[in-house]
């Protein structure tokens, strides 16, 4: 279990992105700049998707563990317990992570009796295509704020329908015990950034979520259970050849309350290249990533520890 010293302070400064108001476009570059990271309001994402899927979230998490670990492990995708990825990293963090694919099945939520995983897999979908349908549209904001001639440059790649896009819901339960005993922080889900284009995270209003900003200072992220939060992933901060930041985060685990997130990750069709675009480079010369594949960077980047930096891999100045 690793434990942290307590030192946190709320961060009023995530930049607010109201998608009903027409100058959201230069906000959200600014955003993408500055931190990798905004909230998004006004965002048209039915409630009625969001609570539909909250309650299957909590039906399958307050089953009995034995229940639970029929649906796992997670490999790739499953129920996780505790850990995350294949190098060892361990948090204070229950989960499930399910392909965004139309076709992927859901048949290992079988064996659970007080689930249906139908409702499961109808929850997901409902819910999946309309934060995809934002995200789309934020990252056509971003290419038109980019001055990008082809508005769907990104948004194009998760709308694919090879699309290697992944859900995930993560439940922290509260820590009470070891927090009141020791008086320090539980990582529930340690640094890290997302190695994807982009990730939607909505939550209940369980703080935890931290994200670490440029001078170093991590930074809580008030709760917000209306709104979403949205982070640039490192294929975004490649194919904008670094000008967005892919942001690191951790997840504090609550000493009273559970914490429910629910996260979609967008990424690209696997034999998609992932690097810098033409238009954002200065000269030919000028990328500062080799090209790859997002097949070659994610099997690289699950090979890594969780805090490692993945993108150093693709670094040119780095790897020279
Ligand atoms: C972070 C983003 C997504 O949750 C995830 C994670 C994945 C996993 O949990 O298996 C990884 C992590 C994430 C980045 C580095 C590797 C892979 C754990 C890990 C140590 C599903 C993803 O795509 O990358």
Known sequence: MVILSKATSFFNGVPLIDLSKPDSMNLIVKACEEFGFFKVVNHDVPMEFISKLESEAIKFFSSPLPEKLKAGPADPFGYGNKQIGKKGDIGWVEYILVSTNSEFNYQKFASISSLNPENIRAAVNDYVTEVQKMACEVLEMLAEGLKIHQRNVFSKLLMDEKSDSVFRVNHYASCSEIDEFNGNNVIGFGEHTDPQI??????????????????????????DENSFFVNVGDSLQVMTNGRFKSVK????????????????????????????????????????????????????????????????????????
């Open 198 to 223: 982009i990730s939607v995270l909505r939550s209940n209003n369980t703080s935890g979520l931290q994200i670490l900003l440029k001078d170093g200072d991590w930074m809580s992220v008030p709760p």
């Open 249 to 320: 985060h951790r997840v504090l685990a609550n000493s009273v309350k559970s914490r429910l997130s629910m996260i979609y990750f967008g990424g690209p069709p696997l034999s998609e290249k992932i690097a810098p675009l033409p238009s954002l480079m200065e000269g030919e010369d000028s990328s500062l990533y080799k090209e790859f594949t997002w097949f070659e960077y994610k099997k690289s980047a699950y090979k890594t520890r969780l805090a490692d930096n993945r993108l150093i891999l693709f670094e040119k100045i780095a790897a020279s």
